[in-house]
């Protein structure tokens, strides 16, 4: 295994190498508008992933995809010339999917964001289907209810006394025959 730090540094290396063997151009008229957008080096140094993208219709990108293909070979050497390492690594060109991915998270936050639309429109036309508040709230008494204490005796003194429970209850309750 190499450093992590040093696979880094191979595959940033690889990448403007062939960045720039690109710009300079292939004789393949097939090569439509590439970028190359990361490469990904193995532990031990020996493959590189190349990843691009290709600004065009789908017959585009799969015209360029031959013309990496092909021109891979070159590439290569390409490479090997201009890298300070013992062997030179292979390449595979892989055709990255952010482009299409970036579209499909657009196409779902458009979804989210009319959703989201249709459900605040249907909240405020919304009504209670009980009350407006429905949480219980303590009694209020009404004033007059204090006039009707004309006994002597007060509600909250007077106790009742506890009703027997168990098997108690029938010997002290009166008999029912």
Known sequence: MVDPARARKMADRIKVIVAKR?????RDPRLGFVTITDVKVT???QHAS???TVYGSDEERKDSA????????????EVGKNITARLTPSLEFIADGIP?????IDDLLREARERDTQV?????????AGDEDPYVKP??????????DED????????????????HAAATEPDAR
């Open 43 to 45: 532990g031990d140094l």
């Open 120 to 128: 605040g429109e249907m909240a405020r036309a919304a009504v209670y």
């Open 50 to 52: 190349v990843f691009y």
């Open 100 to 104: 299409e991915n970036a579209a499909l």
């Open 22 to 26: 690109l710009e300079r151009g292939i």
């Open 66 to 77: 031959a013309a990496l293909k092909a021109a891979t070979g070159m590439m290569r050497s």
């Open 152 to 167: 002597d005796t007060d509600e909250d003194e007077v106790q009742a006394a506890p009703a027997p429970t168990g098997r």
């Open 139 to 148: 009694r209020e008494y009404a004033e007059d209810e204090d006039d009707d």
